[in-house]
């Protein structure tokens, strides 16, 4: 039982990332912070480092969110692969280790606050596909 939570978590964590990568295309855009969070510098969906850096442009940040996409769909893929679904159980540790290192590359790009539990998840990921 256990163990179909830990994949369904991994694949719906997968499939979030997708959405939020997808969603993130616009250099310049993102959602407004609440009044409570508007120390942040950065709108939600913006990609923070790149705006410090200089280079918030949107060849760059099309290439953050491309890597997104795969690493969440690395991701979908683990948790199928982890129920014994489409992949096979062999490739289930590659694709957990690539999915969570670029899922948790791009929300450091995109860093914000609401993004601390997939930054969290990402790194349980990386450390439990250790013992898959």
Known sequence: M?????SLLIAVHGVISVMISA???NPTGGTANPSW?????TRLGQPWLLVQLGIAGRVPTLLVV???VAGGAALVLAGLG???VLVPQTA????MGVGAAASLAVLVVFLHPFYAIGIL???CVLI???SV
């Open 82 to 84: 982890n129920l014994g």
């Open 128 to 130: 439990a596909r250790r």
């Open 66 to 68: 491309l890597i997104g």
């Open 37 to 41: 969070l508007s120390w942040w510098p």
């Open 121 to 123: 998840l990402n790194i």
């Open 23 to 25: 969603g993130s295309t």
């Open 2 to 6: 256990l163990h179909t939570l830990w």
């Open 92 to 95: 289930v540790r590659t694709l």
